[in-house]
């Protein structure tokens, strides 16, 4: 669990970059408790300066995994500068999932959503949709290896058809069980988008 200046959230082309000045708060230790999470985010707030949050362990425990993220979003609700976010962790309760999702679809400032290698529920890719259609300043989406599939593509697909904001996103489902079927999605979108 550390800070770290000058780091940036990237695919392979660099393509979701931040500023210079960016901070960097990694949540990556899997012996740490949630009460040193707790105290850490806390110190964390006090300074401000964060710009991307990694959230990446190895807990099993619902309880402790749902307290982590409970101790993210007060960070997200309390500070404005941050621009990414990027999970690749086992997910929290579906409550608890709904309120992340609820703060990051009202967070403007919030530019890059990275979910990486976790199986996602039905509830969560719901949740998901939403944060995706209301979040309007949305650049960068990676769902990597979260087991989504061509019917999910295709929702996708269809709440970025109304956002005016698609042509300048980065969107990268690599190593999902997708097919060509979901390429003719994205080009329908995209047609819709390039009127």
């Not at 960097?24 to 040193?36: A, G, M, Q, S």
Request: one cysteine or more; hydrophobic letters at 40%; aromatic letters at 8%.
């Amino acid at each position: 669990m550390t800070t770290d200046d000058n780091n940036t959230a990237t695919d392979d082309n660099n393509t979701a970059t931040d500023d210079n000045n960016q901070n960097t708060l990694y949540i990556n230790i899997p012996d740490v408790n949630e009460f040193e999470i707790a105290t850490f985010i806390n110190s964390i707030q006090i300074g401000g300066g964060i710009r991307n949050v990694f959230i990446d362990y190895e807990y099993k425990d619902q309880h402790t995994i749902d307290n982590i993220y409970v101790h993210v979003i007060c960070l997200l609700k309390n500070m404005i500068n941050i621009r990414i976010i990027k999970i690749s962790c086992l997910g929290p309760s579906i409550d608890i999932f709904t309120e992340f999702m609820d703060v990051m679809k009202n967070n403007i400032n919030i530019v890059g959503f990275i979910w990486l290698g976790v199986s996602v529920t039905v509830a969560e890719t719901e949740l998901l949709l939403n944060m995706i259609k209301e979040n309007i300043s949305l650049k960068t989406l990676f769902l990597r290896i979260i087991n989504i599939d061509d019917s999910m593509i295709k929702k996708i697909c269809h709440e970025l058809k109304y956002n005016q904001n698609v042509l300048g996103m980065v969107i990268d489902c690599n190593y999902n069980g997708i097919c060509e079927r979901s390429l003719l999605y994205v080009i329908d979108m995209l047609k819709y988008n390039n009127k």
